[in-house]
């Protein structure tokens, strides 16, 4: 079993910057991808950004590439989501996950609870 606990979020104004982690604990592994998702009011959940495990990076282009970038700690089971250039529909709840072998935008075996990020215009 893995737990994913995420934090980072909170209230920003356009334009602003948000760092996300997310760390993952309990079973022992390797190679595995970690991804962000984010389900925005009235929407379903939608891809943003994985990684991985040797870095290897994969963005959801049309909504975040450019202003968001993901990253890794494999020392510390940790990924990160750095967010630039908020704007206020990015507002959303946003997931870490985890997916065994090659980063996808899809098919993830265990997520987190999420951490709210809400971006005022």
């Known amino acids: 079993q893995v737990q994913l606990v995420e934090s980072g979020g909170g209230l920003v104004q356009a334009g602003g910057s948000l760092r996300l982690s997310c760390a993952a604990s309990?079973?022992?592994?390797?190679?595995?991808?970690m991804g962000w998702f984010r389900r925005a009011p009235g929407k379903g959940r939608e891809f943003v950004a994985a990684?991985?495990?040797?870095?290897?990076?994969?963005y959801d282009a049309d909504s975040v590439k450019g202003r968001f970038t993901i990253s890794r700690d494999n020392a510390k089971n940790t990924v990160y989501l750095q967010m630039n250039s908020l704007k206020p529909e990015d507002t959303a709840v946003y997931y870490c996950a985890v997916r065994w072998g090659a980063v996808a935008s899809d098919e993830y075996d265990y997520w987190g609870q999420g951490t709210q990020v809400t971006v005022s215009s």
């Open positions: 990684i991985s495990w040797s870095g290897r990076t994969l």
């Open positions: 309990g079973r022992t592994f390797s190679d595995y991808a």
